[in-house]
Nanobody
Framework: QVHLVESGGGLVQAEGSLRLSCAAS????????MGWFRQAPGKEREFVAT????????FYADSVKGRFTISRDNTKGTIYLQMNNLKADDTAVYHC?????????????????WGQGTQVTVSS
């Protein structure tokens, strides 16, 4: 059983930056591909970014490409999401998730474990 805890959310002005963290425990972190998802009020959960366990390759949603960067530190069992040039549309609860798949995956159904989320609010 993998336990995920997100942190780093908050209120930021448009064009500002935030760095989210997701700490994992209870499993062998390096054996999981990891992802970030977000859910805004009244909207479905959507994919943001993913990083594979195999070679650290990454993949991003078009809406965040060039602004967000996902990374991982296997020694700390943590992934990060650096978010720059934030926009009001980025306002959402951000969740990290863990997948036992070898490569990074987009569909949320690929992920077995989920964190509770951290709120990101971008004021325009």
């Amino acid at each position: 059983q993998v336990h995920l805890v997100e942190s780093g959310g908050g209120l930021v002005q448009a064009e500002g930056s935030l760095r989210l963290s997701c700490a994992a425990s209870g499993g062998i972190f390096s054996t999981y591909s990891m992802g970030w998802f977000r859910q805004a009020p009244g909207k479905e959960r959507e994919f943001v970014a993913t990083i594979s366990r195999s070679d650290g390759s990454t993949f991003y949603a078009d809406s965040v490409k060039g602004r967000f960067t996902i990374s991982r530190d296997n020694t700390k069992g943590t992934i990060y999401l650096q978010m720059n040039n934030l926009k009001a549309d980025d306002t959402a609860v951000y969740h990290c998730a863990a997948s036992s798949t070898y490569t990074a995956r987009v569909p949320s159904i690929s992920y077995e474990y989920w964190g509770q989320g951290t709120q990101v609010t971008v004021s325009s």
